[in-house]
C-alpha cells in the first residue's frame, strides 16, 4: 500500500456511457493513465487520452494479459451481456494481481436479509461482489441509485415518462422520493475517489477497501421530474397525458411479463420496486451516510440534467441501437 494515488485504471466498457463517463473523468485529472478493454472488432468510441486494448472476451488469457499491471479495474458490462463474463472478468483479474475491482452493480444499496421475488437485482449485486473475491483483490462498490439521464430519457417502464409523447405514469401518487445520481457525478466520484492516497491519509481509497461507496446528485419525485420537465419544455400538466398506476401492480405486472420473456418487464419490475413505499434504501440519500463531501462532489442543478436529457430524446437516443 502507498500514499501515492492510483495511477493505472482498466475500464471494462468504456465506450458505453457509464463506462465513457467514468474513462472521461479519469483522463481529466491527468493522474492516471485509463486503459479501455474493448471487444476485438468493437467500432465503439472512447474518450480521448485512453489507451485501447483488444480483448477476446471468450479466451480468458486474453483477459488476463490485458490486466496485468493494472492498479483499478472498474467493470461496465450490458444488461444483454453473457451471464458467466462478469465472473470471469473479474477471475482474470485476480490472475493478474489487479489489487482492486469496482463490480458492475451500479444502483441502490442491496439489503441482503430483504432480497425477494419483488427485488431480484439484489441477488445480482451480491452475487457480482461475490465475483471479486478471488483471493487477490479487495472491492470497491459505487452505490449511486438509479442514472437519471437514462432513466428519465429510455421510456414508459422506466421513470415512467414518454417525452416525446408528453407521457407520464406516475405510480401511486406520483410522489415517492428515491435518489438518483447522473452520469457526470459517477465519474466525477470516481475519479475523486482515485486521486486520493491509496493509503495513509485520513481520506483515502483504503477507506473504501471492500466497502460500499455512496454518491448521488438528486432526491426527487416523479412529481418532482414533471415540475423540471415543465420549467425545461415551457409546458403545464395540462400539456401532459398523466396517468395513475399502483406501483405493487406495476411490479407484478413486469414481473409476469418478464417471465413470459418480454425485455420490458424487467424495467417496469426493477423501477417499480425502488418506488415501494417497503423499499428501505431507495432514498438512500435521506437515510444512510455518503461519499459527497469527503469526494468533494458538486451539488448539481436538477433542470440542467432534465434539460441534457430533453436533449438526448429530441437527438434520437436510442441505448439499444444495435
Given at each position: 500500500?502507498?500514499?501515492?494515488?492510483?495511477?493505472?485504471?482498466?475500464?471494462?466498457?468504456?465506450?458505453?456511457?457509464?463506462?465513457?463517463?467514468?474513462?472521461?473523468?479519469?483522463?481529466?485529472?491527468?493522474?492516471?493513465?485509463?486503459?479501455?478493454?474493448?471487444?476485438?472488432g468493437?467500432?465503439?468510441?472512447?474518450?480521448?487520452?485512453?489507451?485501447?486494448?483488444?480483448?477476446?472476451?471468450?479466451?480468458?488469457?486474453?483477459?488476463?494479459?490485458?490486466?496485468?499491471?493494472?492498479?483499478?479495474?472498474?467493470?461496465?458490462?450490458?444488461?444483454?451481456?453473457?451471464?458467466?463474463?462478469?465472473?470471469?472478468i473479474?477471475?482474470?483479474?485476480?490472475?493478474?494481481?489487479?489489487?482492486?475491482?469496482?463490480?458492475?452493480?451500479?444502483?441502490?444499496?442491496?439489503?441482503?436479509?430483504?432480497?425477494?421475488?419483488?427485488?431480484?437485482?439484489?441477488?445480482?449485486v451480491?452475487?457480482?461482489?461475490?465475483?471479486?473475491?478471488?483471493?487477490?483483490?479487495?472491492?470497491?462498490?459505487?452505490?449511486?441509485?438509479?442514472?437519471?439521464?437514462?432513466?428519465?430519457?429510455?421510456?414508459?417502464?422506466?421513470?415512467?415518462?414518454?417525452?416525446?409523447?408528453?407521457?407520464?405514469?406516475?405510480?401511486?401518487?406520483g410522489?415517492?422520493?428515491?435518489?438518483?445520481?447522473?452520469?457526470?457525478?459517477?465519474?466525477?466520484?470516481?475519479?475523486?475517489?482515485?486521486?486520493?492516497?491509496?493509503s495513509?491519509?485520513s481520506?483515502?481509497?483504503?477507506?473504501?477497501?471492500?466497502?460500499?461507496?455512496?454518491?448521488?446528485?438528486?432526491?426527487?419525485?416523479?412529481?418532482?421530474?414533471?415540475?423540471?420537465?415543465?420549467?425545461?419544455?415551457?409546458?403545464?400538466?395540462?400539456?401532459?397525458?398523466?396517468?395513475?398506476?399502483?406501483?405493487?401492480?406495476?411490479?407484478?405486472?413486469?414481473?409476469?411479463?418478464?417471465?413470459?420473456?418480454?425485455?420490458?418487464?424487467?424495467?417496469?419490475?426493477?423501477?417499480?420496486?425502488?418506488?415501494?413505499?417497503?423499499?428501505?434504501?431507495?432514498?438512500?440519500?435521506?437515510?444512510?451516510?455518503?461519499?459527497?463531501?469527503?469526494?468533494?462532489?458538486?451539488?448539481?442543478?436538477?433542470?440542467?440534467?432534465?434539460?441534457?436529457?430533453?436533449?438526448?430524446?429530441?437527438?434520437?437516443?436510442?441505448?439499444?441501437?444495435?
Amino acid at each position: 500500500m502507498s500514499t501515492k494515488h492510483i495511477e493505472k485504471v482498466a475500464i471494462v466498457g468504456a465506450s458505453g456511457r457509464i463506462g465513457g463517463a467514468f474513462a472521461e473523468a479519469l483522463a481529466k485529472t491527468g493522474k492516471h493513465t485509463v486503459t479501455a478493454l474493448t471487444r476485438e472488432g468493437s467500432n465503439g468510441q472512447v474518450p480521448n487520452n485512453v489507451k485501447v486494448i483488444p480483448v477476446n472476451y471468450e479466451d480468458d488469457a486474453s483477459i488476463i494479459k490485458a490486466l496485468e499491471g493494472q492498479q483499478f479495474l472498474v467493470i461496465t458490462i450490458g444488461v444483454r451481456a453473457p451471464e458467466d463474463l462478469h465472473k470471469r472478468i473479474a477471475t482474470a483479474a485476480g490472475k493478474a494481481g489487479v489489487p482492486y475491482i469496482m463490480p458492475n452493480t451500479y444502483s441502490y444499496p442491496v439489503i441482503p436479509e430483504s432480497i425477494n421475488k419483488e427485488n431480484p437485482y439484489g441477488k445480482v449485486v451480491i452475487d457480482r461482489i461475490n465475483d471479486t473475491k478471488n483471493g487477490v483483490s479487495s472491492f470497491v462498490v459505487l452505490e449511486c441509485g438509479f442514472w437519471y439521464e437514462w432513466s428519465l430519457a429510455t421510456g414508459e417502464q422506466w421513470f415512467g415518462f414518454t417525452i416525446k409523447d408528453r407521457k407520464v405514469t406516475f405510480f401511486d401518487d406520483g410522489n415517492r422520493t428515491v435518489t438518483v445520481s447522473t452520469w457526470d457525478q459517477c465519474g466525477r466520484a470516481l475519479a475523486a475517489l482515485l486521486s486520493l492516497p491509496e493509503s495513509g491519509a485520513s481520506s483515502s481509497v483504503a477507506d473504501f477497501k471492500n466497502e460500499h461507496c455512496r454518491i448521488f446528485s438528486f432526491r426527487v419525485s416523479q412529481r418532482d421530474m414533471l415540475d423540471s420537465l415543465h420549467r425545461v419544455l415551457g409546458t403545464t400538466d395540462a400539456d401532459w397525458e398523466i396517468t395513475f398506476e399502483p406501483v405493487a401492480k406495476r411490479v407484478k405486472d413486469g414481473t409476469e411479463e418478464m417471465a413470459n420473456g418480454h425485455f420490458l418487464g424487467f424495467p417496469k419490475m426493477l423501477y417499480g420496486g425502488v418506488f415501494l413505499s417497503s423499499n428501505e434504501t431507495s432514498d438512500f440519500a435521506a437515510t444512510m451516510s455518503t461519499a459527497n463531501e469527503a469526494l468533494g462532489l458538486p451539488v448539481e442543478d436538477l433542470d440542467k440534467a432534465t434539460k441534457r436529457t430533453v436533449e438526448m430524446v429530441e437527438n434520437g437516443w436510442n441505448p439499444f441501437a444495435a
